[in-house]
């Protein structure tokens, strides 16, 4: 299936993948997680997409003031059978979604968009582009 054939997330979808990085936030801010890669890091879950039958959730994470990510996202990976137990009993749905971590790389996305746009060669190829053509004839 391609990206574009995909239907977006219903409302449904939305609401419970919120409710689940909320109660990820507060499990992990708990201090219950033990895994030293992640003991000593503050992550944080950007978002939570959730399948449409509701039985998978992704939660896109980062570290709070960077770190490696790669690492971040394998403790957590180790840890989704206990975050899962734990979610069980923090949100009620007739079935606790199956957990998946992934990096969350939108912030290196915008941070490498900015540069770009900064660029001066850009901004002025950005800045011919607002003129007015002279042809027009207007």
Do not use: C, N, W, Y
């Amino acid at each position: 299936m391609t990206r574009a054939s995909r239907k977006p997330p219903s409302q449904r979808q939305l609401r419970v993948g919120e409710e689940i990085r909320h109660a990820l936030v507060r499990i992990l801010g708990s201090g219950r997680l033990r895994d030293p890669d992640i003991a000593q890091v503050s992550v944080t879950v950007t978002e939570v997409r959730v399948s449409p039958d509701l039985r998978a959730a992704t939660a896109f994470v980062t570290p709070f003031g960077g770190g490696d990510a790669g690492k971040v996202v394998a403790a957590l990976q180790r840890a989704a059978g206990f975050l899962q137990r734990e979610l069980s009993t923090e949100i009620e749905l007739r079935v606790t979604p199956k957990l998946s971590f992934a990096a969350d790389t939108s912030f290196q996305r915008a941070d490498a968009i900015e540069r770009l746009l900064s660029d001066p060669m850009v901004a002025r190829d950005l800045a011919a582009g607002e003129r007015p053509d002279e042809d027009d004839g207007a």
